[in-house]
């Protein structure tokens, strides 16, 4: 007999259903991409209205990220506590209403403080949308959907650069940049509370009434046959809170795997570090050579916009060409196309063919990484081991604006800054050609059972 989970997974996918989870999810991360790639935009409008120095800029994208690096901890920790659904909204609820109030900062210091808050909101946005899009998603279908789920981060950063650019010219542009971003996430809590709850965390939960309630719903809305199934009990555990829910789960996500674990926060910190350091700098890199702020949103924009192509290819790919191919290619090709717009940023042609391609690949890896990474957890890790992992390299790249501006691009100078990054990419991806396991067309648990069977291999071997 079936279990609750494999009914789950083995739906057709209509768009009506799982479809529209896919979409109210992806218009969160939408926000996620808008409110980074504005950071980028702001630095330099605010280095202007407040009379900042190139370090001090750096601030506004630091303040912001490492906000998001404590919401990824605190909210992936909250979703496989109190559920996805809840999380889901307040998460975005959150992002609003601190964005709004920066808007009206009257200092630097309390717009700092501002973009910090909304950073706890938005960080966990990430974390919980994945969570909860892949456990609704079928199996045969959930690498594409998840990867697909990626398409809405260039759309977000392409939207950013095109409303931004058309605000220049307002009195107060940085503040109304703030508060287009902020409404129509307000709109979308109030759309989010209508999602039901992710069936596979309620049957891990012990929930099984709401469980079946949930899961016999997806199976009369899809067309599904109807068959029995079973709802396992779950193990006993010890309910923890706070800080120590925090700190128990980050010691049960490197006991399941420290090399799996070790896989996705190296993926994570070296991969995101080069995306976010050009995307939050690149509008100052190029005003520094001679752009004006318009030929500077829009090659920016221009960077994004490709991405959008890039996600599409790499949703056609992940099934076939699979996880760690894709990674372990596009990642460290794209950071050479970012070290050869360092070469040649003097010569407009160059650098925006540079700045395009290197778009268009960090597009095609993010989507395969966030989908990998949701892949390599069993249910009951998934979310906070996502959460971890995006946590840890929203803390890293949190600080590199402020590094890169202060440190990095001054001392080093473009190129050799860009080549350190990308030889940290380059040791990622080859750690994880040894370490971490391939999860194409596998069960969402199935990985994880693999993993903890070697393990206990390992350990029961004589010394």
Not at 35 to 64: E, K, Y
Not at 371 to 384: D, F, Q
Not at 392 to 421: H, K
Request: hydrophobic share 50%; proline share 6%.
């Amino acid at each position: 007999m079936k279990t609750g989970d494999q009914i789950v997974q083995d739906l057709p996918w209509r768009w009506p259903v799982q479809g529209r989870i896919f979409i109210i999810g992806g218009l969160g991360y939408l926000f996620d991409a808008y409110d980074i790639a504005l950071n980028g935009f702001l630095m330099p409008l605010l280095g202007t209205h407040f009379d900042l120095s190139l370090s001090a800029r750096g601030l506004v994208a630091t303040a912001n990220l490492v906000g998001m690096a404590v919401g990824a901890v605190a909210w992936g920790a909250v979703a496989d506590r109190v559920g996805r659904k809840k999380a889901f909204s307040i998460t975005l609820l959150i992002f609003a209403v601190f964005s709004v109030l920066g808007a009206l900062s009257p200092t630097y210091e309390i717009f700092l403080a501002l973009r910090f808050l909304a950073g706890i909101g938005l960080g966990g946005c990430i974390p919980v949308d994945y969570a909860l899009v892949g456990e609704f998603s079928p199996r045969k279908y959930r690498g594409r959907v998840l990867t697909a789920l990626d398409v809405w981060w260039p759309v977000g950063v392409t939207l950013c650069g095109l409303v931004s650019t058309a605000m220049l010219s307002l009195d107060g542009n940085w503040r109304w940049m703030l508060t287009t971003m902020s409404l129509p996430a307000l709109l979308l809590f109030w759309v989010r509370r209508g999602i039901p709850e992710s069936p596979i965390y309620l049957a891990k939960k012990g929930r099984e009434a709401e469980a079946r309630a949930v899961i016999d719903d997806l199976v009369a809305r899809t067309g599904a046959p109807v068959e029995p199934y079973a709802i396992p009990a779950p193990p006993a555990t010890e309910d923890a809170r706070g800080i120590r829910a925090a700190t128990e789960q980050l010691a049960r996500i490197w006991q399941f795997s420290p090399r799996i674990t070790s896989t996705a926060w190296l993926l994570f910190c070296t991969v995101l570090l080069v995306y976010y350091a050009a995307l939050s700098w690149m509008p100052s890199i190029l005003r520094e050579e001679g752009q004006g702020d318009t030929a500077a949103f829009m090659s920016t924009t221009l960077m994004s916009g490709v991405g959008i192509a890039g996600v599409l290819v790499s949703t056609a790919l992940v099934d076939v060409v699979g996880r760690k191919w894709l990674i372990g290619v596009s990642a460290p090709v794209a950071a050479l196309a970012l070290v050869v717009f360092a070469l040649v940023r003097k010569e407009p042609t160059g650098s925006l063919v540079a700045i395009a391609v290197f778009g268009f690949l960090m597009q095609l890896t993010i989507p395969v990484l966030y989908a990998y990474a949701a892949e390599l957890y069993p249910t009951h890790l998934r979310a906070g081991g996502f959460g971890w992992a995006s946590s840890v390299s929203r803390a890293l790249t949190g600080f590199a604006p402020l590094l890169f501006g202060s440190v990095l691009w001054p001392r080093l100078g473009l190129p050799l800054t860009f080549t350190v990054l990308g030889g940290a990419v380059l040791f990622a991806v080859a750690w994880m050609a040894v370490a971490a396991p391939e999860t194409k067309g596998r069960a969402l648990d199935e990985v994880g059972a693999d993993t903890m069977t070697r393990q206990a291999a390992v350990s029961s071997r004589p010394m």
